[in-house]
């Protein structure tokens, strides 16, 4: 079946300029991740959607972060008067519900790469 | 305050040799270890897990090592292959109802054929 996907794979964007990355689950996963990796960094974790709750957001970086997932599927990411600091790659991942034995293994998409000038 | 330290930054070795990947955690709530393999331009695709009522897991040639007194786990690669060749990440969470992940800084291997 088909995997996590996202979309754009790469963006470049001008600094102060706003962006939005998106990210499809696999179909029937009810929650969604969204992670940074930087040059040489592991992947930082930014927010956290399961089902219905009310999202993680511990990971987000400044206000100028924000997501929203639509109907328990895709989800957005967005990113206001993006900045130079800001350019990295964008992981989004999914996983199966709680109690389905697997709800542990997250899936990852393969990133939206973006650069800030 | 990085909660799980990966060494070495990078590792070189030849076709058939063993490749040890290191991992610490500070954090006693983490009950669940999974390592990643990500390849140039893809995403990282989970590799193998452990929890820590074990100290060994194998699948395939891939087994993890883990000491839970330490704090330590480990990812030993069995007669490593060039398409082995690949960053490897280590991982933890803390399991309850948030599997978000901390992730280590990452591995770079590199087998040369």
């Known amino acids: 079946g088909a995997g996590v996907s996202q979309s754009p794979s790469n963006k470049v964007t001008e600094k102060g300029k706003d962006v939005e990355l998106r990210c499809d689950p696999i179909s029937g996963h009810t929650a969604l991740y969204w992670y940074r990796q930087s040059l040489g960094q592991g992947l930082e974790f930014l927010i956290y959607f399961q089902g219905n709750s009310a999202p993680d957001k511990s990971g987000l970086p400044s206000d100028r972060f924000s997501a929203e997932r639509t109907g328990g599927s895709v989800s957005t990411l967005t990113i206001q008067r993006t900045q130079q600091e800001d350019s990295a790659v964008y992981l989004c991942?999914?996983?199966?519900?709680w109690g389905s034995g697997d709800q542990e293994t997250q899936y990852f998409g393969p990133g939206t790469r973006l650069l800030v000038l | 305050q990085q909660q799980v330290k990966q060494s070495p930054q990078s590792l070189i070795v030849q076709k058939g040799g063993i490749p040890i990947i290191n991992c610490a955690y500070e954090n006693t709530a983490f009950d669940y270890f999974p390592w990643y393999q990500q390849f140039p331009g893809k995403g990282p695709a989970l590799l193998i897990a452990?929890?820590?009522?074990?100290s060994e897991k194998k699948e395939g040639r891939f087994t993890i090592s883990f000491n839970k007194s330490a704090k330590q786990f480990s990812l030993h690669i069995m007669d490593s292959q060039p398409g082995d060749s690949a960053t490897y990440f280590c991982a933890a969470n803390g399991g309850g109802s948030n599997y978000k992940l901390t992730f280590g800084k990452g591995t770079l291997l590199t087998v040369n054929p």
């Open positions: 991942a999914s996983s199966s519900s």
């Open positions: 452990i929890r820590p009522d074990v």
